[in-house]
T-cell receptor, first 117, second 111 residues
Framework: NAGVTQTPKFQVLKTGQSMTLQCAQD?????MYWYRQDPGMGLRLIYY???????DKGEVPNGYNVSRLNKREFSLRLESAAPSQTSVYFC????????????????FGQGTRLTVV | SQQGEEDPQALSIQEGENATMNCSYK?????LQWYRQNSGRGLVHLIL?????REKHSGRLRVTLDTSKKSSSLLITASRAADTASYFC???????????FGKGTRLHILP
């Protein structure tokens, strides 16, 4: 049981390049999330998806797009990377609230460290 | 600005002492959660308290919630070196499983 798997673990991009961060979970969770973590800022929500086929903006969505490909996978795309997007990106998933009493706690991947030069 | 704010930002205590961290938030919540992050790793869920609960225990962890003050505290009793980590509160808000994190408290346990 792998939990939440993110790829790649590390990436260096040049300004203006595009890339997609991949995330997959094998826990049959409904909700999935993308966060970025910067020093002194904690985790900030970029986008989230409460179910397959739906996505919603979080706190810092500008410069990003997401795709909930199916129940397992939730990808984050940077169309034109900027140095301000240098960060550690975390994907997470959770069961929908009130389902099997898990009450929405999130499970995290190990993160993708992205540097934009 | 972020929903949750932890206090203090950093805390150093001697091994064996108790550690208390606080979290304040701004809007109504469905539940509040605490997570731990060891350096360079993903976050691990510690405990969840519902909006209609006031106190919850799990092992050496005690969480309180005061919805009238929009605040929560996490107490770690009898701290150990392995408790050295960053601790984050997260609030589940709205109707769509939106989970918002605070900036975290860095806890350092001194030997």
């Amino acid at each position: 049981n792998a939990g939440v798997t993110q790829t790649p673990k590390f990436q260096v991009l040049k300004t203006g390049q595009s890339m997609t961060l991949q995330c997959a979970q094998d826990m049959n969770h409904n909700s999935m999330y993308w966060y970025r973590q910067d020093p002194g800022m904690g985790l900030r929500l970029i986008y989230y998806s409460a179910s397959e086929g739906t996505t919603d903006k979080g706190e810092v969505p500008n410069g990003y797009n997401v795709s909930r490909l199916n129940k397992r996978e939730f990808s984050l795309r940077l169309e034109s990377a900027a140095p301000s997007q240098t960060s550690v990106y975390f994907c997470a998933s959770s069961l929908r609230r009130f389902v099997r009493s898990f009450e929405g706690e999130a499970f995290f991947g190990q993160g993708t460290r992205l540097t934009v030069v | 600005s972020q929903q949750g704010e932890e206090d203090p930002q950093a805390l150093s205590i001697q091994e064996g002492e108790n550690a208390t961290m606080n979290c304040s938030y701004k809007t109504s919540i469905n539940n509040l959660q605490w997570y731990r992050q060891n350096s360079g790793r993903g976050l691990v869920h510690l405990i969840l308290i519902r909006s209609n609960e006031r106190e919850k225990h799990s092992g050496r962890l005690r969480v309180t919630l005061d919805t009238s003050k929009k605040s929560s505290s996490l107490l770690i009793t009898a701290s150990r070196a392995a408790d050295t980590a960053s601790y984050f509160c997260a609030t589940d808000v709205g109707y769509n499983d939106k989970i918002i994190f605070g900036k975290g408290t860095r806890l350092h346990i001194l030997p």
